[in-house]
Antibody, heavy 118, light 109 residues
Framework: EVQLVESGGGLVQPGGSLRLSCAASGFTVSSNYMSWVRQAPGKGLEWVSLIYSGGITYYADSVKGRFTISRDNPKNTLYLQMNSLRAEDTAVYYC????????????WGQGTLVTVSS | SYVLTQPPSVSVAPGQTARITCGGN??????VHWYQQKPGQAPVLVVY???DRPSGIPERFSGSNSENTATLTISRVEAGDEADYYC????????????FGTGTKVTVL
């Protein structure tokens, strides 16, 4: 059974940093595409970042240069390093598995809340 | 960047049919996916590749895609279908980005 469990969220001051983790089971992170998607309070879904199985990474313009997606293959875990955080980064962050063929995200974690506030 | 537009809300009586649209430029050239999200929960994929359903999703959920509009249709609506619904495509051009629609709140009267 595929399972994704996010952790690492919390309260951080503007300009601060946070690293989110997504522990996977039931499949191999390094063999799949992996996404981070966020949802600000009361708002819609926003794609944040993608890592291909080959390791190529992509970012939304809103986080480019500030966020870094990576993975630890032995730990079968996906990460999102978030630096220079802003109030508008406040959101629930989900990790998910997009199909490499169509982009449909078929498995999602439960999400972790990041609050950027002084 | 590619934009997907959905109506903010749709209201439907139990047993009737709900149709949720997703507008995008020449969207028929892309594969459209639909997600259901209930309060406090992660999104769930209900339709992928325009018309296909993941296992476990009722046949009442169906999709179509033509010209500039994709549509999610929920037949014989039940109280449990009340949720937010999002469309999504993969903009595999230079940005390699996933784009979500603005979301539609379905209210069962």
């Amino acid at each position: 059974e595929v399972q994704l469990v996010e952790s690492g969220g919390g309260l951080v001051q503007p300009g601060g940093s946070l690293r989110l983790s997504c522990a996977a089971s039931g499949f191999t992170v390094s063999s799949n595409y992996m996404s981070w998607v966020r949802q600000a309070p009361g708002k819609g879904l926003e794609w944040v970042s993608l890592i291909y199985s080959g390791g190529i990474t992509y970012y939304a313009d809103s986080v480019k240069g500030r966020f870094t997606i990576s993975r630890d293959n032995p730990k079968n875990t996906l990460y999102l390093q978030m630096n220079s955080l802003r109030a508008e980064d406040t959101a629930v962050y989900y990790c998910a598995t997009p199909s490499p063929l169509s982009g449909a995200h078929d498995y999602w974690g439960q999400g972790t809340l990041v609050t950027v506030s002084s | 960047s590619y934009v997907l537009t959905q109506p903010p809300s749709v209201s439907v009586a139990p047993g009737q049919t709900a149709r949720i649209t997703c507008g995008g430029n020449n969207i028929e050239s892309k594969s459209v996916h639909w997600y259901q999200q209930k309060p406090g929960q992660a999104p769930v994929l209900v339709v992928y590749d325009d018309t296909d359903r993941p296992s476990g999703i009722p046949e009442r959920f169906s999709g179509s895609n033509s010209e500039n509009t994709a549509t999610l249709t929920i037949s014989r609506v039940e109280a449990g279908d009340e949720a937010d619904y999002y469309c999504q495509v993969w903009d595999s051009g230079s940005d390699h980005s996933y784009v979500f629609g603005t979301g539609t709140k379905v209210t069962v009267l």
